[in-house]
């Protein structure tokens, strides 16, 4: 059962700054340099209906899959060192098909 990972946000930073071009770009090498990272992908929000103006979407092959992502030293060091200090806010999402 794959799962379907995704995080939308708003960063702290201006929209079209060097600072939110850099988080999306260390977020994007960091995280798809992780063990089992598939389909990676960051995405702009283009509707007026959610504050949160970006996602980082990506998926795993299964939950044990995800959990050594999330567990992975790559991910807690971005987590603490980036992402806490400038994403203002966020809501994350994990998804799975249902069975048939």
Known sequence: MSIEH???FRLSHPAGSAE???FLE?????????PGVEDFAVMRQVSAKSPLT???RMRFADQATFDAY???PSH???VARRWVP???EFQEL?????SA
Do not use: C, K, N, Y
Not at 26 to 34: A, K, M, N, Q, Y
């Open 70 to 72: 999330d567990a992975h």
């Open 94 to 98: 994990d998804f799975v098909a249902p």
């Open 20 to 22: 939110e071009a850099a």
């Open 76 to 78: 807690v060091d971005f």
């Open 6 to 8: 995704t995080v939308a």
């Open 54 to 56: 970006w996602q980082f």
């Open 26 to 34: 260390e977020g994007r090498t960091v995280l798809t340099s992780i």
């Open 86 to 88: 400038e994403v203002a």
